[in-house]
């Protein structure tokens, strides 16, 4: 009888702790999980666009080296 007043007293003093949730602060995984994934996607894309970002300044500026037409020996009239 004893051990069940015991048991009562200390579910009854620890009910309110159990009952509120335990006042959780911060960002759950899950949140943390999907903002890498989209971090992870802009990265990904960022890449092949300085690929192609520096390959279009590459070709702007050799073209206007290799633009000048070569001497040919063949006369106008």
């Known amino acids: 009888m004893k051990l069940i007043t015991i048991t009562t007293a200390i ?4 009910t309110p702790v159990l009952a509120s949730g335990g006042e959780e ?3 759950s995984v899950l949140a943390i999980l999907f903002l890498g994934f989209g971090a992870l996607i802009i ?6 666009s300085l690929m192609l970002f520096c390959s279009m300044l590459k070709g ?3 073209s ?3 633009s000048t037409a070569p001497k040919t020996e063949t006369k106008t009239l």
Do not use: E, R, Y
């Open 43 to 48: 990265a990904c894309q960022l890449i092949p």
């Open 60 to 62: 702007l500026f050799d």
């Open 11 to 14: 579910m009854t003093a620890a």
């Open 25 to 27: 602060t911060g960002t």
């Open 64 to 66: 206007a080296v290799k």
